[in-house]
């Protein structure tokens, strides 16, 4: 075990890396249901333009990612989030403070930058101080957030809503920043001594992309993942719309996606032992082919209902789908 762990002690760290995974999460699910509402404030035109709020981050979270995981190999662990806190609250600021839609989506993809930063610091501190099954028990530990705060976060984000105005939603990202920067700062040491800083170098990752680009094997995994994922984010970004627009569902909406939530949840937990007796290819490729055979089912039960299948029945496909992704 590293010495940096003996003085923060385990417990403390895998909390603190446990929040600081969670600001990706919560900065995604929370605001899925004000986006009707902030739409209808900001004067957006076009109803399906609010996807923006939701997309717009993730495309933050992917380019910030390229950079920010050498950045932190250059300059260390600690000063690269605290970069990426830093625009995390400029972004929290502008979404909060806007009465311009524009601005609002500029404050997302900086809210998207800076929560990449501690997305790839967490894994990178964790591998810092342990390796072997203890780093990936520690891993564990920490990606359990992942099965909890998409649960919570749209009834957190409901909540607000019930009380005050949808700007406090990223006024308590603000918030979270913060104090989860304040805590990291006073009790988090660095793991990357001065000896292993690695140059910053935009060529070094250009060689990187071209190395994982022309592997046939890394590139056709990387297109197949982007596929799987691309439909999950098409779901996030249109959920409140369906559910809370087409029908109908008002406040329950944070119900339904807790269910899926908890769907994808108990997938991850079943996982552990499926893949140990079948085998990661042949269950992955199991996956795939149930949630394509289940989709053209549904895609011809929508067909037959006019574009409006009954509820339950969209649920039950939700709830498979999210079990094989």
């Not at 289940?294 to 209902?305: C, D, G, H, K, M």
């Amino acid at each position: 075990m590293h010495k940096s762990i003996k003085s923060i002690g385990l417990g403390e760290f895998v909390v603190l890396m446990a929040m600081m995974t969670s600001l990706t999460a919560m900065s995604i699910d929370t605001v899925l249901p004000a986006l009707s509402a902030i739409g209808l404030d900001l004067g957006v035109k076009r109803p399906n333009d609010t996807q923006l709020v939701i997309s717009l981050l993730f495309m933050g979270i992917a380019v910030g990612q390229m950079f920010l995981g050498p950045l932190s190999d250059s300059i260390g662990r600690k000063p690269t989030v605290y970069i990426g806190f830093g625009l995390f609250a400029i972004g929290s600021l502008m979404s909060m403070l806007t009465n311009n839609f524009e601005i609002m989506l500029a404050g997302r993809v900086l809210q998207g930058l800076g929560s990449a930063a501690p997305r790839v610091v967490v894994i990178a501190l964790v591998r810092d101080q342990f390796s072997g099954r203890e780093m990936a028990r520690v891993m564990s530990f920490v990606m359990t957030v992942f099965i909890i705060v998409p649960v919570v976060a749209p009834a957190f984000g409901q909540a607000i809503l019930l009380l005050s105005h949808w700007r406090w939603i990223f006024g308590i990202f603000l918030m979270m920043v913060l104090f989860i920067g304040i805590w990291f700062a006073w009790r988090q040491p660095e793991t990357l001594s001065p000896d292993r800083l690695i140059p910053f170098s935009l060529v070094a990752i250009g060689r990187a992309i071209r190395e994982a680009v022309t592997n046939r094997m890394v590139f056709g995994y990387t297109v197949t993942m982007g596929l799987v994922h691309g439909s999950f984010l098409g779901y996030l970004n249109s959920a409140q719309q369906v559910f809370q627009e087409q029908y109908g569902l008002g406040v329950l909406f944070p119900l339904y996606f807790a269910i899926f939530a908890l769907s994808l949840g108990c997938a991850s937990i079943a996982n552990t032992r499926m893949v140990m007796h079948f085998g990661m290819y042949p269950l992955s490729f199991l996956a795939l082919k149930s949630i394509a055979t289940s989709s053209v089912l549904f895609f011809v039960i929508t067909v037959i209902n006019a574009g409006q299948p009954p509820l339950w029945s969209l649920t039950c496909y939700f709830m498979l789908t999210f079990f094989g992704l």
